[in-house]
Structures are given as structure tokens and as C-alpha cells.
């Protein structure tokens, strides 16, 4: 994503949060959208707190993965046959 700011364009890796929603069926040809993100995050319980990595994706990853692993379980399932 490029933003201008301060008179120069800088470039982030990510997208805002909203954007996925008001993209979606939008966007012509635009199947299946999903954020992927790594980051340290703050974790915290009563008077204790850590920062530990981690992965993170938008739940309709799940749904594009289980499609992906579907259609080659069916290839691999055709060239058997």
C-alpha cells in the first residue's frame, strides 16, 4: 500500500483493516481476499504482559486454503483413476 505523507510516497506492507469489506465484490475478478500478517504483539493476563511473534490472517483464509487443498486432492485423486 502507498501512502503519500510529508511530500514523499511510503510504501507499507499491509492494508488497513476495512479495506478487505469494501473492496469485496468491487473489485472486477476478485475471487477471494485475505490479509497475512507477523508482527510482536502484547499479550497480557491480570499484572503480567510479554511481547511474543506471532502469524495472524483474516478468517477467509481458512476458506481459500480448504478450496486450494480440495482442487488438488481432486487432481491427484483423477490421476489415480
Known amino acids: 500500500m502507498n501512502i503519500?505523507?510529508?511530500?514523499?510516497?511510503e510504501s507499507y506492507t499491509t492494508i488497513?483493516?476495512?479495506?478487505?469489506?469494501?473492496i469485496r465484490g468491487t473489485v472486477p475478478g476478485l475471487v477471494n481476499l485475505t490479509r497475512?500478517?507477523?508482527?510482536?504483539?502484547l499479550f497480557g493476563?491480570?499484572?503480567k504482559s510479554t511481547y511474543e511473534p506471532g502469524?495472524?490472517?483474516d478468517?477467509?483464509?481458512?476458506l481459500h486454503a480448504a478450496t486450494s487443498f480440495y482442487k488438488r486432492q481432486c487432481?491427484?485423486?483423477r490421476s489415480v483413476a
Open 55 to 57: 502469524d495472524y490472517v
Open 4 to 9: 503519500g505523507y510529508s511530500g514523499k510516497i
Open 45 to 47: 493476563l491480570k499484572d
Open 16 to 22: 488497513p483493516g476495512p479495506m478487505p469489506a469494501a
Open 75 to 77: 487432481r491427484r485423486l
Open 36 to 41: 497475512f500478517g507477523f508482527a510482536r504483539e
Open 59 to 62: 478468517t477467509s483464509y481458512f
